[in-house]
Structures are given as structure tokens and as C-alpha cells.
């Protein structure tokens, strides 16, 4: 399966006043992970709009393990498990210097046509196209 991961050093800005990451940011780290996935396909939110599909998120399950702290560097992976009726990408969140898994969660997506506002029930032709698979 399709698989990207970022790196990230944790801002100020993302940390409460213990200096753990407030945990509504760890969903954010997801998009940036989920958003290089979708680059690794050239398919992202705007080409998705192009092919007249917008892809809202329907389901959404974090478990955090551990905390990343200030400045910490952070290795964010994201993973398409299943494509065929809808997205369903898998995350995990681990601590660059250790390793150690930090938080992990999915997210599942489908595609809505803009012209009718119709959900799909089976993934529309664009996505199995940049993903090159043969229906």
C-alpha cells in the first residue's frame, strides 16, 4: 500500500502551558501527513475539485499513547489501507530519537460528487486513474 511520512519539529504554538502538544494538534499532523500522500498520487484537495469530487472526512479515531513535548521532532506516517469504496488511511505518530509511538488513528473519506452533492458509494474512475490500478 501507498505510504508517505513528514518529520516535524514541534512549534511553540502547538503546546499548552506544560509544553505538551495539545492534543486537537496531533489531528492537524494527520492532514499534513494525509496531504503528502495525496501528493505521491498527484491528487490533492484542488485536483479532487478539478475532477468535480470533494472527499470530506466522515470517520475519525486518534489513540494517543504518548505525549510529544516543545521541540521534539516528530515522524508523522500516513497510509492508505483501502480505496475501493472509500479512503481509509491509517496514521502513527512516532518520536524521531526514540522511536517510541506516540499516537496512531485513521481517518475514512468519501467522495461526494459537487454537481449533485451525491455521496459515492464505490470510489469514482479519477482515484483508481492516479492510483494505476485496473478496475
Not at 470517520?59 to 469504496?85: H, M, P
Request: hydrophobic share 40%.
Amino acid at each position: 500500500m501507498l505510504e508517505a511520512s513528514i518529520t516535524i519539529r514541534v512549534p511553540f504554538f502547538d503546546v499548552d502551558p506544560m509544553s505538551v502538544v495539545w492534543h486537537g494538534n496531533y489531528i492537524k499532523y494527520f492532514e499534513l501527513a494525509r496531504c503528502e500522500l495525496l501528493e505521491q498520487i498527484n491528487y490533492n484537495y484542488l485536483q479532487m475539485a478539478e475532477s468535480n469530487y470533494t472527499w470530506p472526512i466522515i470517520e475519525l479515531k486518534t489513540k494517543y499513547v504518548g505525549s510529544a513535548r516543545l521541540n521534539d521532532e516528530i515522524i508523522v506516517s500516513a497510509k492508505l489501507l483501502e480505496y475501493e469504496n472509500r479512503l481509509k488511511i491509517e496514521y502513527l505518530i512516532t518520536d524521531k530519537k526514540t522511536g517510541k509511538r506516540l499516537t496512531k488513528g485513521y481517518t475514512i473519506q468519501v467522495a461526494v460528487d459537487m454537481t449533485t452533492g451525491e455521496m459515492c458509494f464505490v470510489s469514482p474512475d479519477i482515484l483508481f486513474e492516479k492510483l494505476g490500478v485496473n478496475r
